[in-house]
């Protein structure tokens, strides 16, 4: 998982601020409740107090306090209820103290008094055994006499500290399945919200330029991910109007050279053929003659490619067999091969039909072999292979020759790369052959690659689709099973 990816990021926020929210709003479920129970436990025991007190005003005015104790207990019965009732006089004594309940979960003795308070009505929590705790309240009495008491009442938390552990416990479960469904809802919802990026980004990598003219889907949704396509589409149309613009230059410019060139070649080659030229200029004439050839072998491969970019090869496809192709091909040039005593070899016995410019293939093979001839040393081999290799029309051109240095490989295919310049120039070579194979394979909708080892050799490898026939159906199937 890359945890850098915009898709991780917006997951995990999501994730983290949805389930921040939840523990949010839990704690503070949960201290709203803890509130409100504790809120109501001890407005209860603040009016057990009230009605403590008031018995106690009835009984001083009557009977006096001997009887305090004993109206408590009848009407009251504390420690049968697991309640305390606790009356203390303004001078510290106590006058009436219930018993400890019958489940023994307080001792009264143990429970400290209430220090007197500027406050009527007072409040605290005691911590019992056990973790459990007792709710006190207070409130202040004063007879008509002047004497004063203190009037204590107390219930354990015990239901209260329940419910608070139960909505806990609600609390720990819940939240894992809350984070769980986070997790899956944030990654739908960023899915769906980045399904037009995806779409952007497939589109792009269609585009090439082979077919600048298409355009990425605009998301319609208003926001920076419509402006990102429509700047992008802006940016496809001017990239498409410079490579126009490049192509047709290129064009015009190889068009235009290959007329003076033709003119200028013939100019020497008739100079040459003076009986009276000293043989010092004709020896210079000659070499300028070669450079004219050169020259003019440069601006034809410029003319090709600019017309294989223009879609020229498209207009003239035909049905044909590529291994009949390389075959007569690879005799044809033979000649070429037994001036170095090179070996060729063609494997290409079975019909692999294809669609293309017959033309245009048949210059593949030959710039592939050309090269090949031309850097394998005397005495070398240089094998051609045709086949199908997984519903692909498969031409391989390998050699024994002296190969393609590991840094030069990714640039062989370059426009006038040549890996060595001077022995490319002996040998005629103006780095345009594999860069008009390229631009043939690309405009059949095929590819060509190279792989090689210094000293040992290269093998080029050229795929292209096969085409519709009974041969290759029949062969395909047999593959298949």
């Known amino acids: 998982m890359n945890t850098r990816s915009l898709r991780f990021q917006l997951v995990a926020w999501y994730a983290a601020l949805l ?12 201290a709203v409740l803890q509130s409100s129970l504790v809120g109501a436990l001890r407005e209860t025991q603040l009016r057990r107090a009230r009605q403590v007190g008031q018995l106690l005003l009835d009984e001083i005015r009557g009977p006096g306090e001997a009887r305090v104790g004993e109206e408590l207990q009848v009407r009251y019965a504390p420690d049968l209820n697991g309640r305390l009732v606790r009356i203390m006089r303004s001078d510290g004594s106590m006058l009436y103290v219930s018993s400890a309940p019958k489940d023994q979960t307080f001792v009264p003795a143990e429970l400290p008094p209430l220090s007197w308070s500027p406050r009527t009505e007072t409040a605290r929590q005691v911590p019992l055994p056990g973790g459990r705790k007792m709710l006190l309240t207070a409130r202040e009495v004063q007879t008509p006499g002047g004497a004063r008491y203190l009037i204590e009442t107390g219930a354990p938390m015990d239901e209260v500290q329940a419910h608070l552990h139960q909505w806990l416990r609600f609390l720990l479960v819940v939240l894992p399945v809350v984070a769980a469904l986070a997790l899956g809802g944030g990654s739908f919802l960023v899915k769906r919200a980045l399904l037009p990026v995806d779409k952007i980004a497939a589109s792009a990598e269609r585009i090439s330029s082979q077919n600048l003219s298409e355009r990425l889907p605009v998301a319609r ?11 992008l589409n802006h940016m496809i149309q001017r990239l498409d109007e410079a490579f126009q613009y490049s192509r047709r230059f290129m064009a015009d410019a190889s068009h235009e050279l290959r007329t003076p060139l033709t003119v200028l070649r013939g100019e020497l080659e008739s100079v040459i053929q003076e009986t009276t030229l000293a043989p010092e200029w004709r020896e210079r004439l000659g070499s300028a003659l070669e450079e004219v050839e ?3 072998n440069i601006v034809e491969g410029l003319f090709a490619i600019s017309r294989l970019d223009a879609g020229e090869a498209a207009a003239e496809w035909v049905k044909l067999d590529l291994a009949r192709l390389t075959a007569a091909t690879a005799d044809q040039m033979s000649l070429l091969a037994e001036d170095k005593n090179i070996q060729v070899t063609c494997a290409a016995a079975e019909p692999v039909w294809v669609e293309g410019d017959q033309a245009r293939l048949k210059q593949v093979v030959v710039n592939l072999l050309d090269n090949a001839i031309k850097y394998t040393l005397q005495g070398g081999a240089v094998a051609l292979t ?13 050699d024994n020759g002296v190969g393609i240095p590991a840094e030069a490989l990714p640039r062989v295919f370059d426009r006038f790369f040549r890996v ?18 390229k631009s043939i394979c690309a405009a059949h909708h095929g590819r060509v690659e190279a792989r090689s080892t210094p000293g040992q050799g290269s093998r080029f490898q050229v795929e292209l689709p096969l085409a519709a026939s009974p041969t290759n159906n029949q062969k395909k199937q047999n593959h298949e099973h």
């Open 19 to 30: 389930t921040g929210c939840f523990v949010l709003i839990g704690a503070a479920t949960y």
């Open 386 to 398: 045709v086949s199908t290799i997984d519903s692909k029309a498969v031409l391989e051109v390998a």
């Open 221 to 231: 949704t208003g926001d920076e991910l419509e402006r990102l396509s429509i700047a």
């Open 420 to 437: 060595d310049k001077a022995r490319s120039r002996e040998m005629g070579g103006a780095g345009l052959g594999l860069s008009i194979v």
């Open 294 to 296: 050169r020259l003019a």
